[in-house]
C-alpha cells in the first residue's frame, strides 16, 4: 500500500503524490469537554479515525494530513480541559496551511472536521484557499456524511438527543475507542431551552443559528442521550460515513478546476 501519512513521506515521494493529483484530507477537531462520560478528544478522535479509514481505503487517491487539534470553543471554557483559538487566529493557522499545500503543488484539498462550532471558520478557510490559491478547497462536517445510518439508528429525541456528547458522537467512541467511554457516567442531558425557531441537533439544523455559553444551559457538559449510545450503532455510522467519504475524494479528485474568465 502507498504511503498515506503526509508527514511520513520523504520530499520526492509527496512530490510525486502531488504530480498524482491526490486529494489532501486535513481532519479538524478541538480539544473541549464532552461531559463526564467521553474524553476531551473526541472530535479530534472522530475526524482523524474516520479520515484515516477513508483514505486507507483509497490510498492512490489522497494524502493524509496531521490533524488540527484546536478549534474554536469559547463558549465550553467554563469546564475543565477545553483549548480555544480565536476565530481569526484559527481562520488564518488552517488558511495557512492550505497556502503551504497548495505551493507545493496540490489542487484539491478536503477539510474533514469533527467539531460543530469549527464549521463557520473552515468554511471561511476554504473560501481562503480557493480564492488565494490555485487549489480548490472543501469542507465536510462528518455527520453531514453520514446518512442514511443515523437516520436508521436514532432512538433519540429530535431536536435535541444528537448534540453534544450525544447518542451520537457516544456511539462512534464506543466504535473507535471504547476504552475511553465510561458508560456509567453516562447521562441524559436536554436542556437547550426549547424554541420554535433555535434548537440544536447534529441531524437538523434550527432556522435560527445561535449559540450559548454552555454553562447556561447544561449541568454534565453535554446536550443529547448517550444513555442510547451503543458500539453498534457507532460501527454504522462510521462505516456510512468513510463510504460516503472514499465516494467524494474519488468525485473531488476528478473534479475539472475550470480557468477563470476576467470580464473586465
Ligand atoms: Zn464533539
Redesign the pocket.
Known amino acids: 500500500m502507498p504511503k498515506i501519512c503526509w508527514e511520513e513521506h520523504t520530499w520526492p515521494e509527496l512530490r510525486e503524490a502531488a504530480r498524482q493529483g491526490r486529494v489532501v484530507v486535513l481532519p479538524v477537531g478541538t480539544i473541549e469537554q464532552?461531559g463526564p462520560h467521553l474524553p476531551l478528544a473526541?472530535?479530534c478522535i472522530?475526524s482523524r479515525e474516520m479520515s484515516r479509514l477513508a483514505v486507507e481505503r483509497c490510498p492512490a487517491d489522497a494524502v493524509l494530513m496531521p490533524q488540527v487539534h484546536y478549534g474554536f470553543n469559547e463558549h465550553h471554557l467554563d469546564f475543565p480541559g477545553t483549548i480555544a483559538v480565536d476565530g481569526p487566529t484559527f481562520i488564518n493557522y488552517v488558511t495557512d496551511i492550505g497556502k503551504s499545500v497548495a505551493h507545493h503543488g496540490f489542487r484539491k484539498i478536503l477539510f474533514i472536521n469533527?467539531?460543530?462550532s469549527n464549521v463557520p471558520f473552515l468554511d471561511i478557510a476554504a473560501r481562503n484557499i480557493t480564492n488565494r490559491t490555485p487549489a480548490i478547497c472543501a469542507l465536510a462536517p462528518w455527520w453531514t456524511l453520514a446518512e442514511p445510518a443515523v437516520t436508521e439508528i436514532r432512538e433519540s429525541e429530535i431536536p435535541g438527543g444528537m448534540a453534544?456528547?450525544c447518542e451520537l458522537?457516544t456511539s462512534v467512541l464506543l466504535y473507535l475507542r471504547p476504552d475511553l467511554v465510561d458508560m456509567s457516567q453516562a447521562v441524559k442531558d436536554i436542556n437547550f431551552p426549547p424554541s420554535k425557531w433555535i434548537y440544536w441537533d447534529l441531524q437538523k439544523s434550527s432556522p435560527v443559528t445561535f449559540m450559548d455559553f454552555f454553562s447556561r444551559f447544561s449541568r454534565t457538559g453535554i446536550n443529547g442521550d448517550p444513555t442510547l449510545a451503543t458500539r453498534e450503532k457507532g460501527e454504522r455510522v462510521v462505516e456510512c460515513v468513510v463510504n460516503n467519504l472514499v465516494d467524494f475524494i474519488k468525485e473531488f479528485r476528478a473534479r475539472e478546476i475550470a480557468q477563470r474568465v476576467d470580464h473586465h
Open positions: 464532552h473526541t472530535d472522530t469533527g467539531h460543530g453534544h456528547g458522537e
